[in-house]
């Protein structure tokens, strides 16, 4: 969050010829809390509040803040990865490359392809294991054989993922970059570019993202009557990433019109469709859907979520897909703004069913999770469980 939130604040109030008072009625966010950001005593909130304030003030989020980013993972995360960071800043081994133990291209393919449901299913206690010694074969492997480089490519791409899943910001930073930097066509780069887009959202970096996908979705847009299902689901992607960071930017407009392309796009597709069997680029009516609820949960509509939420046959995707779960967080949320307390823990309970190693690592669940419990006198066995899951303090 910028240092200057409350002059930023105080100053864009002004100009709008508003008091502290008539700011907090348009916007609903609390009078004692505007004070508290304008006279300095707090220089922090959250995202949605900055959103909020934002739109009353007629101006974009990024006007009010420099940048908000999702709580870094915790040391105890971060220690719990240490050999996967270790094996993504290692320099290769000049001996280990020149031995006759070098990897082979087949015996890192198959393994990089062993590994990938790994990533796909939130299996992380595993990954932390197979992930370190990959990392390096994989490395070996290209320093000594060319072919090896698609194959590092995709495996840094999926580690970027797997970092920001966890929100290990600057190591998943250093992942995509390098994934970058190895990228052998023009869709990679942009599926690659689609994953920094999402990093950069759960950094606060609302403005990079938004300049990074609309330069992307440029660059390769299909033409729709000869396009590929990887061509239409990366520039889709793109469009989505457009449309989220748009929403969070107060620009309403903007971000419609990057969904309205973007279901061009899935319409094109015809459904849900997972090209080359690459996980991170799945697309199709579906997901633009998800997206679509999720913009209106972000400018706090919760009756649409749940009017939306009930159209969508969210159960026809897999447990484990992080779109899903992302999706039911936001019924969630909905359910909990509407004091529907039991449906929210009911849609909790489903989400760990199906993801229990996903749903730790997400501080949108701390916050919804926070939110029911705060209003209950007395928690349930199934609350306390919850909340050890996701490390909220009871």
């Given amino acids: 969050m910028s240092a200057n939130l409350g002059e930023q604040l105080r100053d864009t109030r002004k100009r709008r010829g508003l008091s502290q008072r008539e700011l907090s009625e348009l916007s609903g966010v609390s009078l004692s809390l505007i004070r508290k950001l304008e006279q300095g005593e707090r220089n922090d909130t959250r995202l949605e509040t900055a959103r909020q304030l934002a739109s009353a003030l007629k101006v974009p989020t990024t006007r009010l803040i420099a940048e908000h980013a999702e709580a870094s993972a915790s040391q105890d995360t971060v220690n719990r990865w240490a050999p996967v960071h270790a094996a993504l800043t290692a320099s290769p081994d000049p001996d280990a490359v020149l031995s006759s133990e070098t990897p082979t291209y087949n015996g890192v393919r198959d393994a990089l392809q062993a590994a990938t449901p ?33 194959l590092r490519a995709r495996l840094l791409e999926l580690t970027g993922w797997l970092m920001t899943q966890t929100r290990q910001f600057d190591a998943a930073e250093m992942a995509l970059e390098r994934a970058l930097d190895d990228a052998t066509d023009h869709i990679q780069t942009a599926a690659t570019v689609n994953t920094q887009c999402w990093l950069l959202l759960r950094r606060g970096k609302l403005a990079q993202a938004r300049e990074l996908a609309v330069h992307w979705a440029d660059e390769i847009e299909p033409r729709m009557s000869r396009a590929t299902p990887s061509e239409l689901s990366t520039w889709g992607w793109l469009l989505l990433r457009l449309s989220a960071a748009a929403i969070r930017d107060n620009r309403p407009g903007e971000a419609e019109d990057a969904l309205r392309l973007a279901n061009s796009a899935a319409v094109a597709m015809g459904h849900e469709c997972t090209p080359e069997g690459d996980f991170l680029r799945t697309f199709g009516p579906v997901t633009v859907a998800l997206k679509r609820t999720e913009n209106a949960m972000v400018i706090g509509q919760p009756d649409k979520v749940l009017t939306l939420a009930s159209r969508i046959p969210a159960d026809s995707l897999k447990p484990t897909s992080n779109n899903r779960n992302r999706h039911l967080l936001d019924v969630a949320n909905a359910h909990t703004q509407l004091r529907q307390y039991a449906e929210a823990m009911d849609t909790f309970q489903k989400i760990r069913t199906g993801s229990h190693q996903w749903l730790p690592n997400q501080q949108y669940a701390r916050d919804v999770l926070g939110r029911i419990m705060s209003k209950r006198r007395t928690l349930t066995p199934e609350m306390r469980e919850l909340a050890d899951l996701v490390q909220l303090p009871v």
Wanted: negative net charge.
């Fill in 118 to 150: 790994l990533f796909s299913r939130d299996r992380f206690d595993e990954l932390r294991t197979v992930l370190p010694p990959l990392l390096r074969d994989t490395e070996a492997l290209t320093e000594a054989d060319p072919r090896g480089r698609p």
